[in-house]
């Protein structure tokens, strides 16, 4: 690793370059530049008597790796950030990697660090080929995990990242490890060439309330060491060098917004109702166990959506029904009174597990065997989860909702072995809930259009608009040639919106929203207006929510959705939305993610 030099760098002209806004905030510093090399690998071949002591010598770097993450970790408070680098442990003891390196040592006769370094490209290659990013974005983890294997096996302990106190660091890319310790070091801010909004330094940034803007082209080749920089990480916006006056206007922003943010997570606690006096319910979306307390913390009311896919993954065997009993026991619990919302698992090709194999690549996986299909095509494990969670929910609110519906006849399906798992625990004579609601979510264009005939067979309907928005308007969003049209305030996704908050309505059903536009504090008018009084999302965005909602009225939200619904375009209705925010809540509107609204009109 190396450190550009300043030399030069007060002469050089001011320089702005747009990113991902990844970690709300602005941090103003000198620029620390890393200069990341890869670890140059030597390709030695061994002899076969000394194969075991080199699987020995690789057993070791392993065990190394794993104890200098624990270190980190042990330094870090409780939160999503510690259990990312949990994860990452857990890759490391993942059997399927650990067996082919050992197989290239043994069997190819390969030095630990070729072998290390094989595995490693073989795992980046099949995961470049998935079409869910959250799988996409894994890639990174496994090259930097790698690289800290090969680093312990050449000796090497040089890779920790020492910038000085209130600097900006500026890379190509950063590892969870390397964003953990940068908390320590107290940095101004974050800035990466690569990476996107789901990577996981940028989640850890994001917990670690660091401000970062991520996939900023050619940053590299612009910013020198000494640098000034500002990390605009709400609008996504990244300026060297700024001019004249133009640093005191963004000091004086950070201010505001540190202020701002401060009185915000003061009031995190209390319930988000109108001036009029409706009552909205502001709930998390969770992955894992140790995200819980990041719920609480940000007052969120219950859990809208726990997705229990990620029990399956990064693990050797499959969670039966008693470890799904007290994993819903311990969070049911936990959120006492406010109820807590398991999606069964949304596993697919897109989104894998090598636990339920696949007979077949898909060509479409988005479109192929996933979610509640597979589900019903894996019985006997859906219906290991399903007795797990109906026995948990003695204990407390828990409601079970069916993903990715996409007609009557899956609906009736999943019903159908809910209660089967009934009959089975009946049989078998355990205590279980035999009232618990059963939902739909609501993703598909079918669902949302048939959403009157849903209704009257479930106890609870929620938007997912991530795949809604995609499937109803052909759009791939990570696909940088037609992300352009992804629009949550096209006409279409408008009114199928609204057609559900009016089915559930109509039935007596609750209806909430889960998907990205519920954090974001653009669209929470439009949301609210057209009759969703339920919104769950990522547990920061909790509070920002819930003050946009307090500082309103029903009526003005009806108001703006009446006025958006009669618009013919997304950018007529963006500019609505926006001017009306802008009017009202110009601090929160920078509190929004993903794109700006100029960008999706």
Request: charged share 25%.
């Amino acid at each position: 690793m190396s450190e550009a030099g300043s030399e030069g760098a007060r002469t050089a002209p001011r320089h702005e370059r747009s990113g991902v806004a990844a970690s709300s905030g602005i941090g103003i510093g000198p620029a620390y530049v890393i200069d990341r090399r890869r670890v140059h690998v030597p390709r030695t071949k061994i002899e076969r008597e000394v194969a075991d002591d080199e699987v020995r010598r690789f057993q070791e770097a392993m065990r190394a790796t794993r104890q200098q993450i624990e270190v980190i970790k042990g330094r870090l408070p409780h939160g999503e950030h510690r259990a990312i680098l949990k994860a990452q442990q857990m890759m490391l003891r993942d059997p399927d990697l650990i067996g082919r390196v050992e197989v290239l040592i043994r069997e190819e006769l390969r030095g630990a660090e070729w072998a290390v370094a094989t595995a490693a490209d073989e795992v980046h290659e099949m995961l470049d080929r998935a079409d869910d990013d959250y799988f996409r974005e894994r890639r990174s983890d496994i090259m930097f995990l790698a690289e800290r294997v090969l680093q312990a096996l050449l000796g090497d302990h040089t890779h920790e990242i020492t910038p000085p106190a209130g600097s900006v660091v500026i890379a190509h890319d950063l590892s969870p490890a390397d964003t953990a310790h940068l908390h320590r070091c107290q940095v101004a801010g974050i800035v990466t060439a690569a990476g996107g909004k789901t990577s996981h330094s940028a989640i850890m940034a994001r917990s670690l309330q660091i401000p970062a803007v991520v996939g900023v082209d050619g940053i590299l080749g612009e910013v020198m060491t000494g640098d000034l920089v500002v990390v605009d990480g709400v609008r996504g916006q990244v300026i060297a060098r700024p001019e004249g006056e133009e640093l005191g206007e963004h000091e004086e922003e950070r201010d505001r917004y540190d202020a701002f943010e401060q009185r915000v997570q003061r009031e995190h606690a209390f319930p988000a109702i109108t001036e009029d006096g409706l009552r909205v319910m502001s709930r998390a979306n969770l992955s894992l166990t140790e995200d819980i307390e990041l719920g609480i913390r940000y007052g969120a009311e219950g859990i809208g959506l726990y997705r229990s896919e990620y029990m399956y993954m990064n693990r050797d065997a499959l969670p039966r029904e008693e470890e799904h009993y007290r994993t819903a026991k311990m969070v049911i619990r936990r959120y006492a009174p406010y109820p807590v919302i398991f999606r069964t698992f949304d596993l697919g090709s897109d989104k894998p597990s090598k636990l339920i194999p696949f007979s077949k690549p898909e060509a479409n996986p988005a479109m192929g065997l996933r979610s509640l299909r597979l589900a019903l095509r894996q019985r006997e494990i859906f219906l290991d989860q399903l007795r797990g969670l109906l026995r948990a929910a003695v204990h407390g609110p828990l409601r079970i909702m069916l993903p990715l519906v996409s007609s009557l006849e899956e609906l009736d399906a999943g019903l159908e072995a809910v209660a089967e798992a009934r009959d089975q625990l009946e049989s078998a004579g355990m205590a279980y809930a035999n009232d618990v609601p059963v939902g739909v979510m609501i993703e598909t264009p079918s669902a949302a259009i048939c959403a009157d005939l849903l209704a009257a067979r479930v106890d609870f309907m929620s938007i997912g608009t991530n795949d809604l928005i995609q499937y109803t308007l052909a759009v791939d969003r990570d696909n940088d040639d037609v992300d352009y049209l992804y629009q949550p305030l096209h006409p279409a996704i408008l009114r199928l919106i609204k057609g559900v908050a009016e089915a559930g309505a109509r039935h007596k059903v609750p209806v909430s929203l889960c998907g990205e536009m519920a954090a974001d504090p653009r669209f929470t008018w439009v949301l609210i207006g057209l009759g969703i009084t339920e919104l769950s999302m990522s547990p920061s965005a909790v509070p920002v929510i819930k003050h946009i909602i307090r500082g309103s009225t029903a009526a003005e939200m009806r108001a703006i959705a009446a006025q958006v619904l009669a618009t013919t375009t997304a950018r007529e209705a963006n500019e609505i939305v926006l001017a009306a925010m802008r009017e009202r809540f110009p601090e929160h509107l920078k509190h929004g993610g993903g794109r700006s609204a100029e960008e999706e009109g």
